[in-house]
């Protein structure tokens, strides 16, 4: 019987993905290594826990698990609409954010198209361009000598866009640097960027930002029509187990983005879930505050081992340890600490820490130092 290989029957686009990966579970290193007191530092998890509001909703509620759920999202909309001051319509829920941005990718790229996104940006903008078979044009980063050089250029950006362009991906704050850009930055590229191109700014850390000059872009929903706006209940809402994020748009493309979207693609305990964080004010300052001072933990550690670590506005800290950096985090996985490499973006001799509890971040500190 003639093996099949399956790899020529994927389309071209397919058969040169590189798959995300994600950070290595906690089990599968008890299971490699044998070791019982582990600390998990790599997906930019939110230390604090379930928020018991949320855990109570969910225990509620699993005796429906036998319905469909909501296929709309109605509620959550509703409670969106109502906190953001936007329409229902404009509103696409995802099963996470990475699910509304593919399903953006989906929507408005294709084979003789193309997708701007800045070097060291999430992975997930190329691969969701190359998925459709689309190219991603890869803009530099910021130049000089300040931690800028591993943010966002946008007047680089602008430079890279052509006449095939129709997406621009745009991580405000960005992963896995933490940089972000402020309101003048992103008006005037709004303002310079053509109508036919649509704009996608990533606010997956959005809560976090506190800053006055920091943009909330779904501002300028109204203002620009060609843009959308991302953001999760991932991080500082701690559902990243439930797979829920939304966009914002105008409702034109929300109503293609849900001609593509798959049915029930958010689960019913997720909306709940959803629903009740976002209405859950104490945790989200909690959140905030633990993750200020876990920022300020990590990097006054890190910079008295010698370190530097870029400044960030999400919640974790990317660090160049001057040298190959894998060797360094397979070290620290050896004394049960798990962070995440980022060579695959580009900065081989990085590291990216998410923020833990302070006990978990000082788990971390102990073991770089003797590891440094």
Same mark, same amino acid.
């Given at each position: 019987?003639?093996?099949? +290989? ?10 040169? &993905? ?13 299971? #490699? *290594? ?26 509620? +509620? ?40 593919? *399903? ?8 003789? *198209? ?92 959005? #809560? ?43 409702? #034109?493309?929300?109503?293609?983005? +849900? ?15 959803? #629903? ?70 580009? *900065?081989?001799?990085? &590291? ?21």
């Amino acid at each position: 019987m003639e093996k099949n +290989n399956f790899i020529q029957l994927a389309t071209p686009a397919i058969q040169k &993905l590189q798959p995300y990966l994600p950070g290595k579970p906690i089990s599968e290193l008890e299971r #490699e *290594l044998g070791l019982q007191e582990i600390v998990k530092l790599a997906s930019n998890e939110n230390p604090l826990g379930t928020s018991p509001k949320v855990q109570t909703v969910i225990r509620d +509620n699993l005796g429906e698990l036998t319905r469909y759920p909501d296929g709309n999202g109605f509620e959550l909309k509703r409670a969106l609409a109502e906190k953001l001051d936007v329409d229902t319509a404009q509103i696409t829920l995802g099963n996470g954010s990475n699910d509304v941005l593919d *399903l953006i990718a989906r929507t408005f790229l294709s084979a003789e *198209l193309e997708a701007v996104f800045s070097e060291y940006a999430f992975a997930v903008y190329p691969i969701s361009t190359q998925a459709v078979g689309a190219k991603g044009i890869v803009s530099p980063a910021g130049s000089g000598g300040s931690w800028m050089r591993y943010g966002h250029d946008l007047d680089a950006m602008l430079g890279s866009i052509s006449e095939k362009t129709r997406l621009v991906f745009i991580a405000n704050p960005n992963n896995p640097t933490g940089t972000w850009f402020g309101r003048e930055q992103l008006e005037s590229f709004l303002d310079a960027v053509s109508s036919q191109v649509i704009v996608v700014v990533d606010e997956a850390y959005f #809560e976090y930002v506190d800053d006055p000059n920091y943009p909330d872009a779904s501002s300028y929903l109204e203002q620009y029509p060609n843009l959308i706006v991302t953001r999760t209940f991932s991080k500082a809402y701690g559902l990243a187990a439930l797979r829920v994020g939304y966009s914002l748009s105008s409702a #034109e493309i929300a109503d293609l983005l +849900n001609r593509v979207r798959q049915p029930f693609n958010v689960n019913s305990l997720a909306l709940l879930a959803a #629903e009740t964080a976002l209405n859950d004010r104490a945790y989200l300052e909690k959140t905030k505050k633990e993750n200020r001072q876990g920022v300020q933990q990590l990097t006054e550690a890190l910079q008295q081992q010698g370190f530097y670590p870029i400044p960030s506005a999400g919640n974790f800290i990317c660090v160049d340890i001057g040298k190959p950096a894998i060797p360094v985090h397979e070290e620290l996985l050896k004394k049960g600490v798990i962070v995440r490499p980022v060579a695959n973006y580009g *900065l081989p001799n990085h &590291l990216r820490i998410s923020v833990g509890s302070k006990n978990e971040n000082t788990f971390f500190i102990k073991a770089m130092a003797g590891i440094a």
